[in-house]
């Protein structure tokens, strides 16, 4: 790697441009290295951040949200999550494109832009809470419990069902303390390793060999081609949506006085065939909105979580990232160092083809790779529900859902088919303990309560993991974007990047862990981060346009597809989000109000 500039380094052969905002310092400038030539032998060298990022994809959206809406509603509603990950997919190259002639990551451009960086701080702050609400850990925390347990913990619950110390706890008291140990271990992957993107790569590296191995043996063991199709083609059903029952004529979701008893609360219909067919527009169902709208926010990685996709470029040394350097970690990582400020070049008709092969690379991971290991990562997890759950079921516990998947799977592998004991039963009571029979491994031997065990351990993997690049995505987000935009820092020896790095991961921690201490459950949390995660990224696209069309020489700036993806993506996080926000406002007020309450007792 080229050794970064200093603000000593003479001056390149050409005067770098200063667009933007001139409180932000000016650009160096350097050559353009030449992009690697493509062999498989070589492959490993060209899975950079589509593979870390791919593998961060697979979090709580595709492990608990997609299963949550496939178990009640089959693979009819994948389609927006299809809408997502190709609009995100557009998004991660066009905030490639910044950092491959910049060697900045997309969060420094944004700043480079008028108003001011002070405007922009206050914005993104707003925008960013989704991804700091350790959500994540607090998921996390249940497939730990239940590992210890035997079963799904309840939260609700004040019986004292465990001991530590010779006290006897709450099942809700294991699970903050099993989520501060969860949030806590983010610390050591981001802490050792040299560099922080290094460490970081191998961690997700296991996590998706792991889940998708895993994953893919239920798949291909224990599922149906039926299964297959359901989910395969729920991708490509565009325009179906969750409508009310024929016989709910006010649209309330229950049989009312005068109505037709009904049992099917889970209907859909397409908007596209009813206009073919002209029928009146669909009652879109609203019941569901808050769930749909986060699986579409949380699809592929969501929210300002896209955006280190910029910084691992850089840190890759892709493109311009070769001569500007990386964030190292506190242990190990003392020789590497950061520049304060980009460096880029000059857009010569001789440099442009070098150019164009760096995009080409940086496409084809992100198309050929981050973009199917979001499939796959929301593909999998939602074929164990509609597998091993019957359709129609609607549970408002995400965990709940994920409980009964395990179950599912435990069922299969022991010898029962999906519903096989519900069906069995003769009462309605007899029916609910059957169904309730999924919540723990009493009654299970051999390798139905070792693959009991086996699923849920893939969550608490995907969900802990996740935690680990969240919070690496939000440090690198604001500190790299200090590092440049604030004077004081530049003062700073390039060597010194990482001592910064650290101590805003210590404030990170301590925040945390103030939040999953203090907020009871993690309701509230997932709620909020849902809908911030669809402005966050919403307006984000929308940004991203004038970086790449202001600041980039135009021979650099993206095409008219690109533009139009880029535009239409903030449309649909954009609307997503005020929709979801009329829906949830009321229910996050009370949710609110209950959590200031129990937390007031």
């Not at 006290?167 to 983010?186: E, F, H, I, Q, W």
């Not at 992957?189 to 997700?204: E, F, Q, R, T």
């Amino acid at each position: 790697m080229t050794a970064p500039l200093t603000p000593g380094t003479p001056p390149a052969s050409f005067e770098p441009p200063y667009p933007g905002v001139k409180s932000m310092p000016r650009w160096e400038g350097g050559d353009l290295p030449a992009a690697p030539v493509f062999h498989w032998q070589n492959l490993a060298m060209f899975l950079g951040p589509g593979l870390l990022m791919g593998a961060s994809a697979i979090g709580g959206g595709e492990w608990l949200t997609g299963p949550l809406v496939t178990a009640r509603y089959g693979g009819a509603l994948l389609w927006l999550a299809t809408l997502s990950i190709l609009f995100q997919t557009i998004y991660n190259v066009e905030i490639s494109r910044y950092a491959l002639y910049t060697g900045e990551p997309i969060f420094t451009g944004k700043f480079r832009l008028p108003p001011s960086p002070l405007f922009w701080l206050g914005l993104y702050l707003i925008l960013d809470l989704g991804s700091v609400l350790p959500y994540l850990a607090s998921n996390a925390a249940i497939p730990a419990a239940a590992t210890i347990l035997g079963r799904i913990p309840d939260s609700a619950s004040k019986e004292l069902t465990w001991s530590l110390l010779g006290n006897s706890y709450t099942d809700g008291a294991m699970l903050k303390l099993l989520a501060c140990l969860v949030y806590a271990s983010v610390f050591i992957p981001l802490s050792v390793g040299g560099k922080v993107y290094n460490s970081l790569k191998a961690v997700m590296t296991f996590k998706l060999v792991s889940v998708i191995g895993f994953l893919m043996f239920l798949a291909l063991m224990y599922s149906t081609p039926a299964t297959w199709y359901e989910i395969g083609t729920g991708f490509f059903r565009f325009g179906t949506i969750p409508v009310y029952h024929a016989n709910d004529l006010n649209h309330n979701g229950k049989v009312d006085e005068g109505e037709v008893p009904f049992t099917d609360s889970t209907a859909t219909d397409n908007v596209f065939m009813a206009m073919a067919q002209g029928r009146p527009f669909p009652w879109l169902d609203l019941s569901m909105i808050g769930i749909l709208a986060s699986m579409a926010a949380i699809s592929g990685n969501g929210g300002l979580t896209n955006t280190p996709m910029s910084n691992y470029t850089r840190d890759q040394g892709w493109g311009m990232g070769a001569h500007v350097g990386a964030i190292p970690s506190i242990v190990g990582g003392h020789a590497i160092e950061l520049s304060h400020v980009g460096m880029v070049f000059d857009p010569t008709p001789a440099v442009l083809p070098r150019w164009k092969q760096w995009l080409y690379h940086v496409r084809r991971e992100q198309w050929l790779l981050w973009m199917p290991a979001c499939f796959i990562g929301l593909a999998l997890p939602s074929m164990l529900s509609v597998q091993f759950l019957e359709k129609g079921t609607i549970l408002k516990d995400k965990w709940r859902a994920a409980a009964m998947t395990a179950g599912g799977v435990a069922d299969r592998v022991g010898g029962y088919e999906p519903g096989q004991r519900v069906k069995e039963a003769t009462t309605e009571e007899a029916r609910e303990l059957a169904r309730s029979y999924d919540n723990g491994v009493a009654g299970r031997t051999g390798w139905s309560r070792a693959f009991w065990y086996l699923t849920l351990f893939c969550g608490f993997l995907v969900l802990g993991t996740s935690m680990a690049s969240t919070a690496d995505g939000v440090l690198r987000r604001w500190v790299d974007v200090f590092w440049t935009a604030l004077p004081a820092l530049r003062n700073w020896d390039t060597k010194h990047i990482g001592k910064l790095y650290f101590g805003v991961l210590c404030v990170y921690l301590v925040f945390g862990l103030i939040m999953l201490t203090l907020v009871p459950g993690d309701k509230l949390l997932i709620a909020a981060t849902g809908i911030l995660y669809n402005y966050a990224l919403g307006f984000s696209c929308l940004h991203v346009i004038f970086v790449n069309t202001v600041l980039l020489p135009k021979a650099l700036r993206p095409g008219t597809l690109s533009l139009v993806g880029l535009f239409l993506g903030g449309v649909f996080f954009s609307t997503i989000a005020v929709v979801s926000t009329i829906d949830e406002a009321p229910k996050l007020y009370k949710t609110f109000q209950e959590t200031v309450g129990t937390a007031a007792k």
